[in-house]
């Protein structure tokens, strides 16, 4: 079955410090793979997107994701975190055979002073 | 700017009065979602709307229905709300055809007393 596996519930950055969080995917075929930003009491923002082509995708907010077949992999990256980019980030898939998007568990991004 | 909106932002209602959540577009997208989204969970997909095809996921309770009584608009009824209904309910919507990316609302924080 398709599924998006994020494995860290909870991840600790210094302000200034460079962030990774990790996606692994589940796809027969090509995914269609999302990074979405949620913050307290807030719905969903599209970060940034894949579908084809480039493997490296950049996003908004400074925010990129490399997207690696061989690892199965979606990580989102930021060279330099912000004390505003405390936030939950959610990794989803498309799945074409039931038309609806597959969410990932999500991860709580904290960001120390 | 072309965006998604929900009303109302937040809604307390009692155990078994019925309440109503209200969804708005002005993308002009032809799909639109249901999602609930408990404390720390994903959003979990209750149902959506081809244009006027109306899609139902297996485990949606009955309690829950929906309405679209046209394009840029969609409601959410809950009949008789339980305390374990209470949560987020985001709406979502997209164009059919490009790889399900969704756009959402920022969100009806529903608390059932």
């Known amino acids: 079955a398709q599924s998006v596996t994020q494995p860290d519930i909870h991840i600790t950055v210094s302000e200034g410090a460079s962030l990774e969080l990790r996606c692994n995917y589940s796809?027969?075929?090509?995914?269609?793979l999302f990074w979405y930003v949620q913050s307290p009491g807030q719905g969903l923002q599209l970060l940034l997107k894949?579908?084809?082509?480039?493997?490296l995708v950049q996003g908004i907010k400074g925010f990129e994701a490399e997207f690696k077949r061989s690892q199965s992999s979606f990580n989102l990256r930021k060279p330099s975190v912000h004390w505003s980019d405390a936030a939950e980030y959610f990794c989803?898939?498309?799945?074409?055979?039931?038309?609806?998007?597959?969410f990932g568990t999500g991860t709580r991004l904290l960001v120390s002073p | 700017d072309a965006m998604v909106i929900q009303n109302p932002r937040y809604q307390v209602t009692q155990f078994g009065k019925p309440v109503t959540l209200s969804c708005s577009q002005t993308?002009?997208?032809?799909?639109m979602y249901w999602y609930q989204q408990k404390s720390s969970q994903a959003p979990k997909l209750l149902f959506h709307?081809?244009?006027?095809?109306?899609?139902n996921e297996a485990d949606t309770p009955d309690n829950f229905q929906s309405r679209r009584p046209n394009t840029s608009f969609c409601f959410l009824d809950i009949r008789s709300p339980g305390l374990g209904d209470a949560a987020m309910y985001l709406c979502?919507?997209?164009?059919?055809?490009?790889?399900?990316?969704?756009?959402f609302g920022p969100g009806t924080r529903l608390t059932v007393l």
């Open positions: 979502a919507t997209s164009r059919q055809g490009t790889y399900n990316e969704q756009f």
């Open positions: 993308l002009n997208h032809n799909v």
């Open positions: 894949y579908f084809s082509g480039d493997t």
């Open positions: 796809y027969g075929a090509t995914p269609y």
């Open positions: 989803a898939g498309y799945n074409t055979g039931f038309q609806k998007l597959v």
């Open positions: 709307y081809y244009d006027k095809d109306f899609n």
